[in-house]
């Protein structure tokens, strides 16, 4: 049987780069790795490695990324693809992260902020290819790992009578959502994976990277992805700005779609802090810890809205605030947790 190196090294040299140079990129929270290549005269390309004996699959990302390309955006264009042995090779969209630019630069926010918002609005404006749906149900559901990983690393144990009560008055606010239309949401549209492309016209100035576990949802959920990102704090000025050129563009009620981001903002970041809470204790990835206060400052934010009172009563009642005893506790339990 070959091994994974010489599988890979068949991929290359049938794609026309099996003498270019390997450079590691930073990965994500996945099991798929990055590399950038430098092949003749210069040329580079992205070479995705996604096992599929470790869960991994290339195939929805390509399928995504050829719609997304379809729409005048900017996927990354699939040079050669491999879905038996899990390869891709990719265009190469720069170095240009939103999230480094507007560190080294913060003078460009408002400006990447914007041309991000418009891109959903382009997105937006069609229709969503074949996907699974993200429902009220799904969503709720989804909330788990705040109880499993979250609450169970926090106190040592799981409230399960909690989780369920904090699941169905979730799901009673997200209901009304389902009858609403449904668009493609990227699910991870945030500056980690946003690339800045001058030199292109309208919303293709904008590198798309993280889509692969696209869905069909509400047209907010992506909104909050980026405004209430979990790494790099973004202004409430800069948020509601941002929400309002979305609400100018589309011509969407207010108060409706302002009630659906406090929702879906507060469905994301609870189970955002309960996955951040699992790469620690389960995986070993304990600088996810530190982002958990931001994500907690999200949920608390988003249960200050009047539709969502009885749900912030009861995660008060129910979820401890991440105190710095708190996060000490998670810390203290890395890598404790592989088999749970």
Not at 126 to 138: G, V
Not at 209 to 222: C, E, I, K, S, T
Not at 256 to 275: E, H, K, M
């Amino acid at each position: 049987m070959k091994t994974r190196a010489a599988m890979l090294d068949s991929f290359l040299t049938q794609a026309g780069w099996g003498a270019a140079r390997y450079s590691p990129l930073a990965g994500d929270a996945s099991k798929r790795r990055y590399d950038r290549l430098t092949g003749k005269a210069g040329a580079r390309a992205i070479l995705m490695d996604a096992p599929p004996e470790t869960g991994e699959d290339v195939r929805p990302f390509a399928r995504i990324a050829r719609h997304l390309l379809g729409l005048g955006l900017s996927a990354p264009q699939i040079m050669a693809q491999d879905d038996t042995r899990g390869f891709l090779l990719l265009e190469d969209l720069g170095d240009d992260l939103f999230a480094r630019l507007m560190e080294t630069d913060p003078v460009l926010e408002p400006q990447l902020y914007a041309a991000a918002v418009d891109v959903l609005t382009h997105l937006h404006k069609t229709t969503p290819p074949p996907l699974p749906i993200f429902d009220a149900t799904q969503a709720a559901e989804w909330i788990a790992p705040a109880f499993d990983w979250y609450q169970f690393g926090a106190t040592g144990a799981v409230d399960m009578a909690a989780k369920a009560r904090v699941r169905g008055i979730l799901r009673a606010l997200l209901e009304p959502l389902d009858a609403q239309p449904r668009v493609l949401i990227q699910r991870d549209y945030h500056s980690e994976n946003l690339l800045w492309l001058p030199d292109r016209d309208g919303p293709a100035c904008v590198g798309l990277l993280d889509f692969q576990d696209a869905l069909q949802g509400h047209r907010a959920y992506d909104l909050v992805s980026l405004l209430q990102d979990a790494r790099r704090d973004v202004s409430s000025d800069m948020e509601a700005t941002m929400i309002h050129r979305y609400l100018e563009q589309t011509g969407q009620d207010a108060e409706t779609f302002r009630t659906a981001y406090a929702v879906l903002g507060t469905q994301r970041n609870l189970r955002i802090i309960g996955i951040f809470a699992r790469l620690c204790l389960r995986d070993g990835k304990a600088h996810y810890i530190d982002m958990i206060p931001r994500v907690w400052r999200h949920i608390e934010r988003n249960l200050n809205h009047p539709a969502l009172h009885e749900l912030a009563v009861e995660i008060a009642q129910t979820l401890p605030r991440p105190a710095a005893d708190i996060l000490t506790e998670l810390r203290e339990q890395c890598a404790t947790c592989p088999n749970r």
